[in-house]
Nanobody
Framework: QVQLVESGGGLVQPGGSLRLSCAAS????????MGWYRQAPGKERELVAT???????NYADFVKGRFTISRDNAKKSVYLQMNSLKPEDTAVYYC??????????????WGKGTLVTVSS
């Protein structure tokens, strides 16, 4: 089994910054693509950013220039630096990791989410 735990969410004023972290544990051999998604109240979950095993990153248009995704395979972690936050960024943020398990299964896992609230 593999578990993902997000941290770093909270309440921040518009224009502020937060850094989200997601740490994996369990029977992990290696990682594939990692990503962050979000789900606002009453809306569907949407992609925020992904980062490949070679550290190539892709971003949704609504976060380009404001958010930065990074990863540290040695720490089994993915991060999301969020700057210039807007009220519309308010959502539960989820991490997802592609994992090759120690049994050599190619799996995808989700964290349980961390709430980000942008409000004055």
């Amino acid at each position: 089994q593999v578990q993902l735990v997000e941290s770093g969410g909270g309440l921040v004023q518009p224009g502020g910054s937060l850094r989200l972290s997601c740490a994996a544990s369990g029977r992990i051999f290696s990682f594939n693509t990692m990503g962050w998604y979000r789900q606002a109240p009453g809306k569907e979950r949407e992609l925020v950013a992904t980062i490949g095993s070679g550290s190539s990153a892709n971003y949704a248009d609504f976060v380009k220039g404001r958010f930065t995704i990074s990863r540290d395979n040695a720490k089994k972690s993915v991060y999301l630096q969020m700057n210039s936050l807007k009220p519309e960024d308010t959502a539960v943020y989820y991490c997802k990791m592609g994992v090759i398990t120690t049994d050599f299964y190619d799996m995808e896992y989700w964290g349980k989410g961390t709430l980000v609230t942008v409000s004055s």
